[in-house]
């Protein structure tokens, strides 16, 4: 039996062909393509450094204090005050140490004179002496006064001796007493700027076996950097390399120096072990204080020009600073190994496996439904 077809019809039914066409073009289920995140290797510079959090010190710190008990009398300075060596920084009540002063020398003066008297009886014992000496052999003079004669004469010089060590005596006396006055003006030992006043006017310090601080004075030209470097980092550190720190007040600037030690003797924090690593840096003009809390950089190596892999890249561990990586090769992927060497905790350095341009996947970006 056979179906014909008019010229109407054959249209139409042409015409529910295209759209059924058309509608599977758009609605039939595609095969997904993935697409992936790539990052070319380039070429760049690279820093391998330990970070610490650290304190600012003074470098050179004096605990300024009083060598003579007595009352303070007056003080000159107050905190902050910039000070030269020799400046006067306070005045502890003198008249004591006066009064010793005058005792002495009053004992001094009594003694110089006993001792004038004493040479004077001694020169004169010695002439009496000499004159029997010559008249013994007339028989004008007997033995025995003669013997007592030169033993006056010894007696005499015994007498000049004793007033003599007395006075040697009574000058070390004098000199003592003369130097604690001195140490009543309590002047600076160096420049610097007043830190710290313990000791206020009135009160009353006792000098007995250590002298007791009245202020403390720091030189604020070169700061002190004491960070606190973790057992885990503190192998890698050693004197002469690069070091850098930020402040809060000034996150943008870094303050740059060079180690100049590790402290043998570690510090228990919160059951954690750190050494403290230190350095200086100038502070001409004392924008750094005392106490600042310093984030720390300390630079073990830097290398340029230099292969760059981002962290991402890399995916299971294979070997000793090796990893496999997926490299878009005309748009598949492809695996490799690749050979690492410093690192940061975003970039690590190219040492064999990849080349400059390659595309490293970073990973797949999800395809629409």
């Not at 060590?165 to 003592?176: G, S, V």
């Not at 070091?243 to 180690?259: E, I, Q, R, Y």
């Amino acid at each position: 039996m056979a179906f014909f077809l008019t010229k109407k019809q054959g249209k139409i039914i042409a015409a529910i062909l295209i759209f059924i066409a058309i509608g599977l073009f758009f609605f039939w289920p595609k095969e997904h393509l993935p697409s992936y995140q790539t990052q070319k290797i380039t070429r760049g510079e690279l820093s391998k450094e330990v970070t610490a959090t650290g304190k600012l010190d003074a470098v050179r710190k004096v605990d300024v204090g009083a060598q003579v008990s007595g009352q303070l009398q007056t003080l000159y300075v107050k905190e902050g005050d910039v000070v030269k060596k020799g400046d006067l920084l306070a005045i502890i009540d003198p008249k004591k140490a006066q009064n010793e002063v005058a005792e002495s020398q009053e004992t001094n003066n009594e003694l110089t004179a006993n001792l004038q008297q004493a040479k004077a009886e001694l020169r004169l014992a010695q002439l009496t002496y000499q004159r029997q000496l010559k008249l013994i052999g007339t028989h004008v003079i007997a033995q025995e006064e003669l013997d007592r004669t030169k033993t006056d004469v010894e007696v005499k010089k015994a007498r000049v001796a004793t007033y003599e060590a007395q006075i040697r005596k009574n000058q070390a006396t004098l000199d003592t007493a003369r130097t604690n006055l001195q140490y009543t003006r309590i002047t600076a030992p160096m420049d610097g700027v007043v830190t710290f006043i313990k000791t206020l006017e009135g009160q009353t310090v006792i000098a007995a076996q250590e002298a007791p601080t009245i202020l403390t004075l720091a030189d604020l030209d070169t700061m002190l950097v004491k960070a606190e470097v973790s057992e885990a980092d503190v192998i890698y550190l050693k004197p002469d390399l690069k070091a850098s720190f930020t402040v809060l007040g000034a996150p943008d600037k870094a303050f740059n120096g060079k180690l100049k030690d590790i402290l043998p003797t570690p510090e228990k924090i919160n059951d954690a072990i750190f050494y403290y690593a230190r350095f200086e840096v100038p502070n001409e003009q004392h924008l750094l204080r005392l106490q600042m809390t310093a984030q720390v950089k300390i630079l073990l190596e830097h290398k340029k020009d230099i292969l760059l892999v981002p962290l991402s890249a890399l995916g299971e561990d294979v070997g000793i600073n090796e990893y496999q990586v997926e490299v878009l090769v005309n748009g598949q992927p492809e695996k490799r190994v690749v050979k690492i060497g410093i690192r940061t905790d975003v970039y690590a350095e190219v040492i064999s496996g990849l080349n400059e341009n390659d595309d490293v996947i970073l990973g797949e970006i999800a395809g629409e439904s």
